[in-house]
């Protein structure tokens, strides 16, 4: 996704990296005030930038914030994938992310604020198609580590248990459950037979 329509193909390297510098200020923004404080100011004091570049490379906050949840949730998946790939065993390797996937919400509160603040924001921008890249990277990822499980349709799994997941982060801030204990219902969810 660009900035200003059609003119990635004419930036320079400097102007690249000038506009990934713009969305890592934006990231550390929205990480650290949420959706609300992510003004182009703040971006600007984050970066150091300036406001007019910020406003040059994106016309639109609303593209900025999308690249700058796009990136954050590409930096999650890939940290993921290393936590996994530390493991031999496949159930192994899923489990390791899936515990790595809700402490990451659990230790932060803020992100899990994040993500469904910015899902209502987009929502009700009618603009769903970042949401529907975020659910559909994670799970591609979840699906790839049940593969090797031998599970019934993991495609199908994977999406059952991004929604198990995403209703664990909610009620992880109500009620704390430790992973063991949720480890049970998620191996129900990814194992149990159809029909």
């Known amino acids: 996704m660009t900035a200003v329509p059609g003119r990635s193909a004419r930036l ?4 690249l990296q000038k506009q990934e510098q ?3 200020a934006a ?3 929205l990480a650290r005030d ?4 992510c003004t182009v100011r703040a971006i600007a004091d984050a970066g150091p930038l300036t406001k007019s570049a910020i406003h040059y490379y994106f016309a639109d906050i609303d593209v900025l914030i999308d690249r700058a949840m796009a990136a954050h949730i590409t930096t999650f998946i890939a940290d993921l994938r290393k936590i996994s790939a530390k493991h031999d065993h496949p159930s192994e390797r899923l489990f390791a992310a ?5 402490g990451e919400f659990s230790g932060r509160p803020n992100a899990a604020f994040l993500w469904f603040e910015y899902w209502i924001a987009a929502g009700r921008a009618q603009h769903p198609q970042a949401i529907d890249v975020m659910l559909t990277s994670i799970t591609e990822l979840l699906a790839e580590l049940l593969a090797p499980l031998d599970v019934e349709d993991p495609r199908a799994r994977a999406r059952a248990l991004l929604s198990y997941l995403l209703g664990a982060i909610v009620q992880q801030r109500v009620r704390r459950r430790p992973f063991a204990a949720l480890r049970g219902d998620i191996e129900a969810l990814c ?3 159809y029909g």
């Open 98 to 102: 899936l515990e790595a996937f809700l």
């Open 12 to 15: 320079s390297p400097n102007q």
């Open 22 to 24: 713009i969305v890592e």
């Open 191 to 193: 194992f149990a037979n």
């Open 27 to 29: 990231r550390v923004v």
């Open 34 to 37: 949420g959706l609300a404080g």
